[in-house]
C-alpha cells in the first residue's frame, strides 16, 4: 500500500510540475516587444497595451501551430517566410497595417513608419 501511496503522489507531483511548466512557456511577454531586433529598422511596439484593445485574445494578432501552441512569429515568419509562410515583413505590415486601419487608431501604413521604426 506505501508503495501504491507513493507512486500515486509522484504521479500527482509530476502532472503539477508539467502544468507548470506549461503555464509559464505560455505567458505573454510584458511590456515593449521589438521585432527584427538585429535588422536595419526594428520596431517596437506596447504588448501589453496591444492586449487591452485585443480584450487578451491573443488569436487576433497570433495564430496556433499544428499542436495547439502559440509560437514565436519568427519561427515562421524569417526573412524569407519559411515552410509557406509569409516573409516576416510582408507578415507584420498586412497583419499590423490592416488591424490599424480597420481600427482606425495608431500608426497608419504606410504613412507613419517613424512612429513603429524609431531611430
Known amino acids: 500500500m506505501?508503495?501504491?501511496?507513493?507512486?500515486?503522489?509522484?504521479?500527482?507531483?509530476?502532472?503539477?510540475?508539467?502544468?507548470?511548466?506549461?503555464?509559464?512557456?505560455?505567458?505573454?511577454?510584458k511590456?515593449?516587444?521589438t521585432i527584427g531586433a538585429g535588422g536595419?529598422?526594428?520596431a517596437t511596439f506596447d504588448h501589453d497595451a496591444h492586449l487591452a484593445v485585443a480584450n487578451k485574445d491573443c488569436q487576433v494578432c497570433h495564430h496556433k501551430d499544428e499542436k495547439g501552441m502559440g509560437t514565436r512569429c519568427s519561427?515562421?515568419?524569417t526573412k524569407a517566410g519559411k515552410d509557406g509562410a509569409k516573409p516576416a515583413k510582408e507578415a507584420f505590415h498586412k497583419a499590423c497595417g490592416d488591424c490599424h486601419k480597420k481600427e482606425a487608431k495608431g500608426p497608419q501604413y504606410p504613412?507613419?513608419?517613424?512612429?513603429?521604426?524609431?531611430?
Open 75 to 77: 519561427t515562421c515568419h
Open 2 to 29: 506505501k508503495k501504491f501511496i507513493t507512486l500515486f503522489l509522484v504521479v500527482i507531483l509530476s502532472f503539477a510540475v508539467a502544468a507548470l511548466v506549461f503555464a509559464a512557456s505560455n505567458t505573454p511577454p
Open 111 to 119: 504613412k507613419d513608419c517613424k512612429v513603429c521604426h524609431a531611430q
Open 31 to 33: 511590456g515593449k516587444i
Open 40 to 42: 536595419k529598422k526594428p
